[in-house]
């Protein structure tokens, strides 16, 4: 994880009663289809438990019981761009961490611009949104996930080998990120090296079910 921890410290910190907190904290994760649950071998809809969402939510229940809420608030097709205009209708005031998912489907909606300045209407979204979430009332941790979807990031950018490192939005993202210091995680970053070496267990078809969605495998393994 990069960034700055401090928020997601405090947030530890009040659930191990370190510090004074709410009886219970709320949970929301924010993103296109894979946050709505969207994936697996067979298209369709994913069982929460087997998503990202699941796995946090199982962690968290099981280091600090009947602390936590988990809302899932994933729309698939949307973009930060069009989050950051109803941001206020989606997530509540009452969120203590945030979790953002937009890096694949702000990629898509830009196609082979990866390059443009980032002083553009979609990328000003981005920024738009994460300062949005950052001064909700309880100053939550915003965190975000970098999905990965090398089996179309050829046919968008019109690049070749279609799992090259850096064919991926993200680290147009990160300038944002280190501006603010909010914390990102990287599913580039985990599974490039074994996708592109084809270990075991890690190849193309094992963890993304269709172009984009990853698989419950997928969603493991990271």
């Not at 199982?58 to 602390?67: D, K, L, N």
């Not at 899932?72 to 209708?89: E, L, N, Q, V, Y």
């Not at 990866?114 to 950052?134: F, I, M, Q, S, Y």
């Not at 001064?135 to 999905?147: G, I, M, N, Q």
């Amino acid at each position: 994880m990069w960034g700055d921890p401090y928020r997601l410290q405090n947030i530890l910190a009040q659930l191990s009663d370190e510090r004074p907190g709410p009886e219970k904290m709320n949970f929301y994760y924010i993103g296109g289809s894979i946050t709505e649950g969207w994936g697996g071998i067979k298209k369709g809809m994913l069982d929460t438990k087997q998503t990202y969402i699941g796995w946090v939510e199982a962690w968290f229940e099981e280091q600090y019981p009947g602390r936590t809420v988990h809302h899932r608030r994933g729309k698939g097709a949307t973009t930060s761009f069009w989050a950051s205009s109803c941001i206020d209708s989606v997530i509540e005031q009452d969120a203590d961490v945030v979790f953002v998912e937009y890096t694949i489907n702000d990629l898509h909606s830009i196609r082979g611009e990866v390059e443009a300045t980032l002083d553009n209407p979609k990328r000003r979204g981005t920024e738009r949104l994460l300062r949005r979430l950052l001064t909700y009332e309880k100053r939550p941790a915003v965190v975000v996930l970098h999905t990965w979807a090398p089996k179309v990031l050829d046919t968008w950018t019109q690049r070749k080998p279609h799992n090259d490192f850096y064919t991926t939005y993200e680290d147009y993202w990160d300038i944002i990120l280190k501006y603010y210091g909010i914390p990102s995680l990287s599913m580039r970053n985990a599974l490039h090296t074994l996708v592109r070496s084809s270990e075991p267990g890690f190849g193309l078809n094992e963890l993304w079910g269709d172009d984009l969605h990853p698989t419950s495998h997928c969603h493991t393994s990271t």
